[in-house]
């Protein structure tokens, strides 16, 4: 069964830091595109961050660059999102998703159809 499980979410103040995991079981995460979303309530998801499948590529969507960093560890099968800095409107459950596309230098983050495997998500707070 392919699947994907975040952690790491939780309550933290303004200017504050959290690292998320996307840990992968039944498949590998080598040969996937890995892409980070988040929906603040009443809101649209959105796409938060990607990395290709050879590491090669992060993309950030504008109101994270500078204090998200995306990266992936093959051998933990483990793709982290570190968020620094973070603000209240970072606020909202973060997923992320999995695109089957390998040795691609290339990601996506505007177009989550492409993304075939999803976690449960893991709930961020930040606030005072």
């Known amino acids: 069964q392919l699947q994907l499980v975040e952690s790491g979410g939780g309550l933290v103040q303004p200017g504050g830091s959290l690292r998320l995991s996307c840990a992968a079981s039944?498949?590998?995460?080598?040969?996937?595109?890995i892409g980070w979303f988040r929906q603040a309530p009443g809101k649209a998801r959105e796409g938060v961050s990607c990395?290709?499948?050879?590491?090669?590529?992060?993309k950030y969507t504008d109101s994270v660059k500078g204090r998200f960093t995306i990266s992936r560890d093959n051998a933990k099968n483990t793709v982290y999102l570190q968020m620094n800095a973070m603000k209240p409107e970072d606020t909202a459950v973060y997923y992320c998703?999995?695109?089957?596309?390998?040795?691609?230098?290339?990601?996506?983050?505007?177009?989550?159809?492409?993304?075939?495997?999803w976690g449960q998500g893991t709930q961020v707070t930040v606030s005072s």
């Open positions: 039944g498949f590998t995460l080598e040969y996937y595109n």
């Open positions: 990395i290709s499948s050879s590491g090669i590529t992060t």
């Open positions: 998703a999995a695109d089957y596309t390998p040795y691609s230098t290339l990601c996506w983050i505007m177009n989550e159809g492409q993304y075939h495997y």
